[in-house]
């Protein structure tokens, strides 16, 4: 059975800092390319952070360049997102995504976990 499993969502203040963690199973982590998305409210889903599977190649959103920093732990089948200097803006639901490197219609969501930013 394929899980995603998002844990280290909560509430801060702007400026602050949170760690997101995606623990992955069912699946052969190391063959799939992991993103973080994000959807606030009233908005559509948005793409923050990619990582690659073998090089660890990442790529961000402009909005967040400089700020957050995804990695990926393969032995344990985790993937994180870093997030410093958070802004309001900021807020929403994060999502880690997982999508196979060569049969691209394979592809799993995690049930997401509320990043608030507020004073």
């Known amino acids: 059975q394929v899980q995603l499993v998002e844990s280290g969502g909560g509430l801060v203040q702007p400026g602050g800092s949170l760690r997101l963690s995606c623990a992955a199973s069912g699946f052969t982590f190391s063959t799939y390319v992991m993103n973080w998305y994000r959807q606030a409210p009233g908005k559509e889903r948005e793409l923050v952070a990619t990582?690659?599977?073998?090089?660890?190649?990442?790529n961000y959103a402009d909005s967040v360049k400089g700020r957050f920093t995804i990695s990926r732990d393969n032995p344990k089948n985790t993937v994180y997102l870093q997030m410093n200097s958070l802004k309001l803006e900021d807020t929403a639901v994060y999502y880690c995504h997982a999508r196979h490197i060569i049969v691209r219609r394979l592809e799993y969501w995690g049930q997401g976990t509320q990043v608030t930013v507020s004073s």
């Open positions: 990582i690659t599977s073998t090089d660890g190649s990442t």
